[in-house]
């Protein structure tokens, strides 16, 4: 999309370039932390939550800047993701041997 945004001229090239190296980085960066922190040991909500919070009132104060209430909107914006990936990763069945295997069968079946 970003290709041909830039072939439309809606975005030049070093924004593109920004927005490919910012999805990259951010990817590589939230699959560290759920690398180092673990998803069995620790839940990622018990720490998104108070990061919400905290951001959501960084984003109250306006008399300290602007700076500092975008500081706020990015902590929200990471809590959301923790917390999305917390739903995901519970909404998602582990795996078990009998599963796969009776999707074995209903793959020969058909």
Do not use: C, H, R
Request: avoid cysteine; glycine fraction near 14%.
């Amino acid at each position: 999309m970003v290709v041909s945004f830039v072939n439309a001229g809606l975005l030049t090239l070093f924004q593109a370039i920004g927005v490919i190296m910012g999805a990259n980085i951010g990817t590589t960066l939230t699959g560290w932390i759920i690398a180092a922190v673990g998803i069995q040991k620790f839940s990622i909500a018990l720490l998104a939550v108070p990061l919400f919070g905290v951001g959501f009132f960084m984003s109250l104060m306006k008399k300290n800047g602007d700076a500092f209430v975008s500081y706020g909107e990015g902590f929200m914006g990471f809590a959301m993701i923790f917390l999305g990936l917390e739903y995901l990763s519970k909404a998602i069945p582990d795996p078990s041997g009998d599963a796969l295997l009776f999707l074995a069968e209903f793959a020969n079946k058909g």
